[in-house]
């Protein structure tokens, strides 16, 4: 899933949701039984015949992930899945890609919240293109004997060449 949105906004969410599926190799069986049990979790079964570009940026972002995950990859890289939503959308977020983890789904998160990696069961940061930490954020914090990811990042990235 893309950092910006990778729907079509002259389509509906249903629409979004075929084409995407068709791309993944989907069968319309199984996209009709997919999309209709994740419309419903998601709540966006009133929505699905909404053209994109008419629906708020927090639903395109479950729509976006509905999209990405319609066909129970067995990893998914989300790119800033949460830039630029409202801090409840943020956090019922999370919960979609807790949600996907539980059922066996590996979910990559790039974020640049480090309050976020505090979500993630392991963190790997990266500092001028070098993995400079990997470890259960737990661990990193007991590591560097702080108490954010903050901080953490703050201590790992002190000694970066890299200018703006």
């Not at 997919?34 to 419309?39: H, I, N, V």
């Not at 990405?68 to 899945?81: G, K, M, N, Q, R």
């Not at 939503?85 to 919960?95: A, H, I, S």
Request: aromatic content about 10%.
């Amino acid at each position: 899933m893309s950092q910006k949105f990778s729907l079509y906004g002259e389509l509906t969410v249903i629409e979004n949701l075929r084409l995407f599926s068709s791309i993944y190799g989907m069968n319309r069986q199984s996209f009709r039984l997919a999309s209709s049990r994740l419309l419903e979790e998601l709540e966006m079964t009133d929505m699905q015949n909404a053209l994109v570009k008419e629906i708020p940026v927090g639903w395109k972002q479950k729509l976006a992930f509905l999209a990405a995950t319609i066909h129970s990859p067995e990893i998914v890289f989300l790119d800033e899945p949460t830039g630029g939503v409202d801090p409840v959308t943020r956090r019922k977020f999370w919960e979609l890609i807790y949600k996907a983890s539980s059922e066996g789904m590996t979910v990559f998160v790039t974020t640049h919240y480090l309050d976020e990696a505090e979500y993630c069961n392991r963190v790997s940061i990266m500092v001028d293109g070098h993995i400079n930490a990997l470890d259960a954020p737990a661990a990193l914090k007991q590591r560097y004997n702080v108490s954010s990811m903050d901080e953490v990042f703050r201590i790992v990235a002190k000694d970066s060449t890299r200018s703006d």
